[in-house]
């Protein structure tokens, strides 16, 4: 069974960093990309951070250049930098990894985790 696990929430300082990470348990599947989402109460859920197995990475407008995606696919695992931190960043964090099976082809589908919390305050 797969699991997401995410990592890393807590209360931060506007203008100080922050490290998210989230890990896929399973060795039998390949990683397609990994995504981090955030939601705010009231709010609908939205991607942040997108990078793919190659490399390649989109970002929301709102965070573009403040927050950096990686990740080590040899530790199935991927981090979400963040730095210059606003209030308005305050959200549940969300890890979404788009899986294939072991040998790369067949598309198993999205796997979320459970979310961490980030509180942006002074």
């Known amino acids: 069974q797969v699991q997401v696990v995410e990592s890393g929430g807590g209360l931060v300082q506007p203008g100080e960093s922050w490290r998210l990470s989230c890990v896929v348990s399973?060795?039998?599947?390949?990683?397609?990309?990994m995504d981090w989402f955030r939601q705010s109460p009231g709010k609908q859920r939205r991607l942040v951070a997108r990078i793919t197995s190659d490399g390649e990475t989109n970002y929301a407008n709102s965070v573009e250049g403040r927050f950096t995606i990686s990740m080590d696919v040899s530790k199935r695992t991927t981090y979400l930098q963040m730095n210059d931190l606003r209030l308005d960043d305050t959200a549940v964090y969300y890890c979404n990894a788009e899986l294939l099976d072991q040998s790369g082809i067949q598309y198993l589908g999205d796997f979320w985790g459970q979310g961490t919390q980030v509180t942006v305050s002074s």
């Open positions: 399973s060795t039998f599947v390949t990683i397609k990309a």
